[in-house]
């Protein structure tokens, strides 16, 4: 029964450039969230999604931000000109409903803006 | 807003002793579900463990368990005879209940425990 799967592990980009994170969540599993974790920090929430749908994205900033959880294939959030503030481990999660469920995270990205 | 507070940045226990986190939040929600996630330096998080806010009985799982005060809103983690593999960052959480819940887990700074032979 694999995990939450994420790839890449680690990303390296230059500013400017554009960063994409995919996440694969558990077999069974239609609720996906999104967190970030600066360092030293504990992890924030960005966005939850469930297939082809946003559901709550309070915690992703206004401009370059973008996420999705198409009806086939990965979840993908996606950071355009990235900046070095962005640097930062991002986590997925999933869960199989709402209300309470435990949420089972991947093993992160790394994100390097140099 | 619900805010969760940590306020041990790091904490260290001798292999086979007993060592407590603690962790208290603020919420005006009567339902809500509290988590003690467990970050090793591999960077996972592992859910550690579980309590439903209206479960008065305490929540255990092996050699951890919490202590829960509801109307003290504090939600601590107890490690028994801890091990070297406990070494980690523990993170408490907290998540909304009942029709107003998204899923939004709001975590504390965390605790780094290093556990030492």
């Known amino acids: 029964n694999a995990g939450v799967m994420q790839n890449p592990r680690h990303l390296v980009r230059r500013r400017g450039q554009e960063a994409r994170l995919r996440c694969s969540p558990m077999k069974g599993h239609s609720h996906v969230y999104w967190y970030r974790q600066l360092p030293e920090e504990g992890l924030k929430f960005m966005v939850y999604?469930?297939?082809?749908?946003?559901?709550?994205e309070s915690g992703m900033p206004k401009e370059r931000f973008s996420a999705e959880f198409p009806k086939e294939g990965p979840s993908i959030l996606r950071i355009q000109q990235v900046v070095r503030g962005d640097s930062a481990a991002y986590f997925c999660?999933?869960?199989?409903?709402?209300?309470?469920?435990?949420?089972?995270f991947g093993p992160g990205t790394r994100l390097t803006v140099l | 807003a619900q805010t969760v507070t940590q306020s041990q940045p790091e904490m260290s226990v001798q292999e086979a002793e007993t060592v407590t986190l603690s962790c208290t939040y603020d919420t005006s929600e009567s339902n809500y579900y509290l988590f003690w996630y467990k970050q090793p330096p591999s960077r996972q998080m592992i859910l550690v463990i579980r309590?439903?806010?209206?479960?008065?009985q305490n929540a255990t799982e092996n050699r951890f368990s919490v202590n829960f005060q509801k109307a003290a809103k504090s939600f601590s983690l107890k490690i028994s005879d801890s091990q070297l593999g406990d070494t980690a960052m523990y993170f408490c959480?907290?998540?909304?209940?009942?029709?107003?819940?998204?899923?939004?887990?709001?975590f504390g700074q965390g605790t780094t425990l290093q556990v030492k032979p």
């Open positions: 999604l469930q297939k082809e749908n946003i559901i709550d």
């Open positions: 309590q439903e806010a209206y479960k008065q």
């Open positions: 959480a907290f998540m909304k209940g009942g029709s107003s819940n998204t899923g939004k887990l709001i």
């Open positions: 999660a999933s869960s199989p409903g709402l209300f309470g469920d435990t949420q089972y």
